[in-house]
């Protein structure tokens, strides 16, 4: 099948991930350009005139919007249940989330209610969600358990992100959080709840049945510290499954210098990485996630993104989609937040949401890319320029997404 | 016509406006409700198992879902052209607002842009917005000249608004903001540009034509000083124009207190409002309007909406919807930047941006508030609560749009 895109405003020529530092501002524009699809793959793209010549099943007029790559939302806790309203308003009354954690709240009723849901509920909850997301240009995203926090529900949570994948457009990918907190049933014995979630038992039928490519851990003060996160990490990298970092958000642990040391494929948060975790990460091909959407919903220190970005980062963004921190699906409220607290211009925060944010999943060669061979996964929006996804604050600029070359959403 | 919303999960029985202080986070509750209306207004609201019987010639099934009153935008200037978003990119590289003004950008590229659109062309524009603030809620929006800044084309901008009230769901109130800057033909001759402003003939047109209820002056350095403010608002005044004032936003001008002797209907922005300020406003029936998408959009200093509740003031909130400073439709969006920025509970931003803000505009015996006899605007909600408008950031809580007693929109 042979698509062509025609009439495309401003074509933003995304290089594969990952871009790092003042390079993520120097992302080529093609204006009056349009780009043939062959199957799921960009076939070629370049000025209108020189458009290749030949038979097309389908072409489709972009009617002068701007033609990007589809947002890859690298970090969510899109699967769960129930919802914590009470609590952003208790938040707003003067509670930190620490002394709302410590009351019993926080991430333990999340787990609550993700032990007492079914599969079928978990799964209704996140298809509704992910529908939205598309709909917002979120072609792919990552997908972490950690609200199970038992061998059955941890894997009932990634079950169900392996079930979505047949069910809807957007492309998901598992990561095992197990070590997200320390269930109260484990209270003060972190290591002895390490021991259960690392039998061998549990890691092969992550690896195995294809529900998790990645591990991850909240390396902070209160939940695992750095010897128990280097233990989940490497223990869960034997069998295959690549390191993630939720590292230095609240408090500085060291946590993102860690992650490099381990070779983690991203270090997430960092609201609180100091010069010497920016000075490592620059040596290293570990992706820095941000999170503007904490910032936001905690009204919190936003993480150092344009020291970063001098620094030559290749900084990647992500809603961290989940019901306590960042209630936020909207990748471009994501970048809007990027550009109005982190002070990162929109080229800038559309990098991040796609090439780098490809990276941070392992993916950068596929997908998050405008190239010849690509994944053909795309945005036309209904302005000729990308800068109105962030400008235009609240509004979803969207009107087709294609995945894999095909139209998965329409205005 | 008579028509019946049952199953209503939370009933916010918001009453009618100014509500202060204190008194906006303590509106009744009911849970399990319904609610009659009858023509255009609401005729009974109250449990379930009371619910009136007789005939109905409309049943809407709330779901469960929350009931409030639509929200009321007593701040936009929702009518212009051009779009400036390449100087929202500039902000975010390190040029204050003042150096693009300065620059020769700002305003007066709106300006440029209204003055060369047709009033075709602006109903457009303004057309595609409504529909969208509409499905977020808004069933009216107060909207202000001041992008025409000659006789004509002022009267272009209102002219535009009054025909908009005839062709979609939302009330629009119009208010003469001709003292919004100095076109730059004026430099230096804020008066002359005045008088010219002031003529009898335009002030009669628009008392007379419907096109404005209020008059509004941005008062600020760089724009108009107190004495001209005063000057412009009591001629306005004498038309039959009550008073508004962009007031103390960038610099603390006194513009509040010259609003509170005036006895202006609002004092909008207040972001560099000072204890007097508040004091004056205090012992006033003037509303104060704060504008949180400025906050965000400009990443500034936020208004001290917590002071000024304590102090037992009707806070009032609007998107301020322009192309400069806050490029944002959506009153939820607001609501949830008014929780996590200015650190009002969801309930005080849902009284703020209804009952007070139907006060701000002259309106609250008659919309904003659940209350019989009061007009049937409401909203009702696919989430059990109305904390979810604040909390689900960036989605449409939204499921129906009831205008005048009939629905407006439906998802």
């Known amino acids: 099948m042979r698509t062509l895109i025609d009439r495309i405003g401003q074509l933003l020529v995304v290089p594969a991930g990952p871009v790092r530092g003042p390079d993520m501002d120097r992302v080529p524009v093609l204006r009056d350009a349009a780009l043939v699809i062959e199957g799921e793959r960009i076939a070629w793209f370049g000025e209108r005139a020189d458009t290749p010549g030949g038979e097309y099943e389908h072409r489709i007029d972009a009617q002068g919007g701007a033609v990007l790559p589809g947002f890859v939302d690298c970090h969510t806790h899109l699967v769960f249940a129930g919802a914590r309203e009470g609590e952003f308003v208790q938040r707003i009354r003067g509670k930190s989330y620490i002394e709302i954690l410590e009351a019993g709240g926080g991430i333990h009723v999340t787990v609550e209610a993700v032990r007492a849901a079914s599969e079928e509920q978990l799964l209704a909850g996140a298809l ?16 972490k358990s950690g609200y199970g926090l038992r061998p059955e529900d941890e894997l009932k949570m990634l079950r169900v992100a392996r079930r979505l994948r047949g069910m809807q457009a957007v492309e998901l990918v598992g990561t095992y959080l197990a070590a997200h907190t320390i269930p109260k049933e484990y209270a003060g014995r972190a290591d002895e709840y390490l021991d259960a979630m690392l039998a061998d038992s549990i890691l092969e039928t992550l690896y195995s049945g294809d529900l998790a490519e990645f591990a991850d851990v909240f390396c902070e003060r209160g939940a695992f510290d750095l010897a128990q996160a280097e233990r989940f990490l490497t223990e869960c990298g034997r069998h295959g499954l690549r390191a993630k970092l939720h590292a230095d958000q609240i408090t500085n642990t060291g946590a993102t210098k860690l992650g490099v040391r381990l070779g983690a494929v991203s270090v997430d948060h960092l609201e609180e990485a100091d010069e ?13 996630v941000l999170l503007p959407g904490c910032t936001y919903f905690l009204n919190g220190k936003p993480p150092a993104a344009r020291r970063m970005i001098e620094a030559g980062l290749p900084v990647a963004l ?7 921190s960042s209630m936020i699906e909207s990748m471009p409220l994501i970048i809007s937040i990027a550009c ?11 990098v991040a949401a796609t090439a780098n944010a490809a990276a941070a999943i392992g993916r950068a060669n596929r997908i998050g890319a405008i190239a010849v061979g690509h994944q053909a996964d795309l945005l ?16 979803n600029p969207v009107r087709m997404v294609i995945k894999r070359g095909r139209a998965a959403w329409t205005a």
Do not use: K, Q
């Open 128 to 143: 509704a969600r992910l529908r939205r997301m598309l709909a917002l240009g979120t072609t792919t995203a990552e997908v």
């Open 380 to 395: 036309i929006l209904d302005r000729p320029s990308a800068d109105f996804i962030a400008y235009e604050t609240g509004r």
């Open 276 to 288: 010497s975790a920016i000075a490592a990460l620059a040596g290293s091909e570990t992706i820095p």
């Open 318 to 324: 992500a809603t961290d989609c989940n019901p306590g």
């Open 340 to 350: 109005t607290r982190l002070r990162m211009t929109p080229m800038e925060a559309i």
